[in-house]
């Protein structure tokens, strides 16, 4: 390798130290990986295999970089020269991935630096290693080789050479190395503060070179495209094909908005020239041929150093307010990611303290939704799909009204219907007259009967017709339970989820919620089946004042009927609904009121010691079927859910929890740690690169023009 002199008078004045240190800015978001993420500002040099890139980026830098047929650049290689009192050289590697850049990846541990230029072959052979590229031929690389040059003659400019696009596979590369090159420059030209050099040899159709087809499709109105073309002393002079690329270069066949530039770079098989002498033979071929027709500022080296230089300038400067705006909402995201982590917690204080915190939280919304205090954002709307399932009180009394609802219009087994409806029988109930109920419980008593007499009935009777009569129960209160239960385990959940973070969300919910709630759901059956075992098994018990008045209430109703007749009868002006009623002169005879009173109690003993047993049944009925409902919600759902859901989660609980059930439900996982190390370094590197940017808000590159 050679390094050798570059006229400096196109440079003198070029960059200001704030334009330097601005390029330089750009080069370090670059060399973080941060162009993984956000699209920077750069010079990409594209072009078909052999169409003379790697000669164009020789001639730019004044690095004699060994090239030869056959051969072609295998990975991006991104080039960054500085005017430096001294000369310095550095290569590394930056993984395509900044995602895989630890340890195992030993391309990251790549960073070498001389003070003289002759190892620079050498330590290039060694990056390709590196990256997997032992044989010439058979791989390439998305890893982009990184050479930054520094010298007294250098130019201020970072360009990024791709590997040449390949039109079809040989013995040397493969399907799969063709398809890989092209997804490598669709992807750094799709960019979009990318300026395209789309490199183009003269010695083919420029209408066959792939380059340009891919350039169209990734800018298709050609405002970030300059074009090159290379090798125009192949062509015959006063040749059609001259002619044309001559064309083609004044912009009038392909157009970018850019425009074109011609370099006569040297043979790398036949021509032997140094660097400098190059350049003096590309200044006598354009002088002296057909090419001389067109602006200098398009032709030979020098002048395009000069111009790329300014063109990358004005490029950074007018995509600086998009690129900080694009940084700062990568900021955001970055801190909102980080924020759903928590804070750190890798030691037992640090995760007690984490867990406490959530604790707090919960219990804090758990109480407020328990009393009915709905106040918390967390809340929502209470018309929308998901406020409603967080107001468990709301839900509690909803459901616990619709159980006595439900009680009241389903809980009885046999329904009683006036004469004129038909009885039937059903697999939920069985409907009768009372009639045909009384004559239903002479049956009972007469497989019953035991020692008592014709008018009495034995108590075995009232507890079998009440079981009879409750055997619905059952099927309702659990289905009562499991809504309530199902209702408060979507409630905890979504409390769980709204005071935690994701992953600590999930361990939370597997390691303490699910358990709990299991444990809760089985506590809740068992207190219903001992109190329904009460009401079931057990015989009828109460000491209810209610009961007598409930008795006397379903007797009047009983005989209400048959009274009413015999009193209209006797009475037949008179309001039997009035408390007071003057009689006046109507005549009364109370001999036939009393016979008719008599005969209208019932004459058969068996009949009326089963509708007085019935009476009873209904009475006792009438007193458990309301204390149940009360002890449901009271003992069950009150003191088995409610009461439970609330210590949960509880600081109490969290305060007896042991390091190692700490560490298995709030400690970070490893994924998590490696997560946060990357976003703190990504939003530290964000966070940098924002405020050197915000430095050259008002930068303007004044004075440069685009081509």
């Known amino acids: 390798m050679v390094l050798t002199q570059v006229a400096s008078a196109n440079l003198e004045g070029l960059c200001s130290k704030e334009q330097l240190e601005l390029l330089n800015t750009v080069d370090s978001l670059r060399s973080q990986g941060i162009s993984h993420y956000i699209s920077l500002p750069q010079i990409i040099v594209c072009g078909d295999q052999s169409s003379g890139k790697s000669s164009v980026l020789e001639a730019i830098s004044g690095v004699s970089f060994p090239v030869s047929t056959g051969l072609c650049t295998r990975f991006p290689t991104e080039l960054i020269l500085r005017t430096a009192p001294h000369i310095s050289v550095k290569v590394s590697i930056i993984p395509h991935n900044p995602l895989r850049r630890d340890k195992q990846s030993p391309s990251t541990d790549f960073h070498e630096q001389l003070d003289s230029v002759q190892q620079l072959p050498e330590l290039i052979e060694n990056a390709k290693a590196y990256m997997g590229i032992k044989t010439l031929g058979k791989a390439f690389s998305n890893d982009v080789l990184r050479i930054e040059i520094s010298g007294p003659d250098r130019p201020h400019l970072t360009i990024v050479d791709l590997p040449g696009l390949i039109h079809s596979e040989t013995k040397n590369q493969s399907a799969s190395d063709v398809h890989l090159i092209t997804q ?70 392909v157009v970018f908005r850019l425009g074109w530039h011609v370099l006569r770079n040297r043979d790398t098989d036949a021509d032997t020239w140094s660097l400098a002498q190059r350049d003096t033979q590309e200044k006598e071929f354009f002088s002296k041929s057909a090419w001389a027709s067109l602006p200098e500022s ?37 801190e909102t990611e980080l924020k759903k982590f928590g804070d750190p917690r890798t030691s037992p204080q640090e995760q007690r303290l984490y867990l406490i915190q959530i ?17 918390d954002p967390f809340f929502s709307d209470s018309e929308s799909d998901a406020g409603y399932p967080k107001r468990i009180r709301a839900i509690i009394q909803n459901l616990s009204r619709d159980f006595a609802k439900e009680m009241a219009e389903r809980g009885r087994f046999y329904r009683v219907v006036d004469s004129s409806k038909k009885s039937e029988t059903t697999s939920s109930h069985i409907s009768l007259t009372k009639d045909e109920f009384v004559t239903r419980v002479v049956d009972m008593m007469a497989h019953r009967r035991g020692r008592e007499l014709p008018n009495s009935f034995s108590p075995t009777i009232v507890t079998d017709l009440f079981r009879e009569q409750s055997q619905l129960w059952e099927s309702i209160v659990k289905r009562h339970v499991k809504r309530v239960w199902s209702a408060a385990q979507v409630f905890v959940d979504d409390l769980v989820s709204h005071v935690s973070d994701l992953e600590t969300n999930e361990a939370i919910t597997t390691a303490v919620v699910k358990p709990k709630m299991e444990a809760v759901l089985a506590n809740l059956e068992l ?11 057990d015989h009828p018990i109460t000491y209810n004042s209610d009961f007598t008045e409930a008795l006397q209430r379903i007797r009047l109703e009983r005989h209400s009927d048959k009274l009413d007749g015999i009193l209209k009868s006797h009475f037949p002006n008179a309001s039997l609904e009035s408390t007071s009623v003057h009689l006046g002169s109507t005549y009364v005879n109370f001999q036939s009121m009393r016979r008719q009173l008599v005969q209208s109690v019932e004459p058969d003993l068996y009949r009326w010691s089963a509708a007085e047993a019935l009476d009873s049944a209904e009475a006792y009925y009438e007193i458990a079927f309301k204390r149940f409902i009360d002890e449901i919600s009271i003992q069950v759902i009150e003191t088995g859910l409610v009461a439970e859901i609330r210590e949960i989660l509880s600081p109490l609980a969290v305060a007896k929890m042991t390091d190692d059930e700490m560490e298995a439900i709030v400690g970070e996982k490893e994924n998590i740690r490696v997560e946060r190390k990357k976003l703190e370094a990504k939003l530290k590197l964000l966070s940098d690169g924002s405020e050197t940017c915000k430095r050259f808000s008002g930068f303007r590159t004044l004075g440069t023009t685009l081509c």
């Not at 073309?229 to 059609?240: E, F, G, Q, V, W």
């Not at 604790?359 to 106040?375: E, H, K």
């Not at 219903?528 to 079931?536: D, H, V």
């Open 527 to 537: 207190k219903t089946a001992n109190l329904l075992q009460l009401y079931r098994k």
């Open 184 to 253: 490598i420059v669709k992807n750094f030209m799709s960019k979009k503060r990318s300026i395209i050099l789309a490199v183009i040899s003269a010695k083919n159709d420029y209408a066959n070179q792939v380059v340009l087809k891919l350039a169209r499709d990734t800018d298709p109105r050609g405002l970030r495209t300059l074009g090159i073309i290379t090798k125009p002393d192949t062509l015959a002079p006063d040749s059609s094909s001259e002619k044309s690329y001559i064309s083609l270069a004044k912009n009038l066949d």
């Open 359 to 375: 604790s707090q939280l919960f219990q804090s919304l758990m109480q407020a939704a328990v009393d009915g205090t709905y106040t």
């Open 298 to 334: 398009s032709l030979g080296i020098a002048s395009l150093r000069s111009r790329l230089s300014k063109l990358l300038l004005h490029q950074i400067a007018s995509e600086l307010p998009s690129l900080m705006s694009e940084i700062s909402r990568e900021i955001a995201s970055c």
